[in-house]
């Protein structure tokens, strides 16, 4: 599982850094820790366009967004 750490920062650098990470590893899920409320709805939309499915877990500063890939 590929790991991207986009805590601190701001949009739109989640997304860029999350869909670089989708081509560079097609196929492989994806765990996306990121402390922004805006960094996650982003991610999340960015994913489901994508084809990803998406389990978001919030912790108490933080929340880990595991994208897998929809098999068809």
Known sequence: MIEIDVRGLS???PV???KKAMEQHPGQPL????DSETSKENVSRLAQSQG???KVEKTSNMYRL???????
């Open 11 to 13: 949009c739109p650098i």
């Open 16 to 18: 860029v850094r999350t």
């Open 31 to 34: 765990l996306i820790l990121t």
């Open 52 to 54: 990803y499915s998406i």
């Open 66 to 72: 595991l994208l897998e890939p929809r098999v068809e």
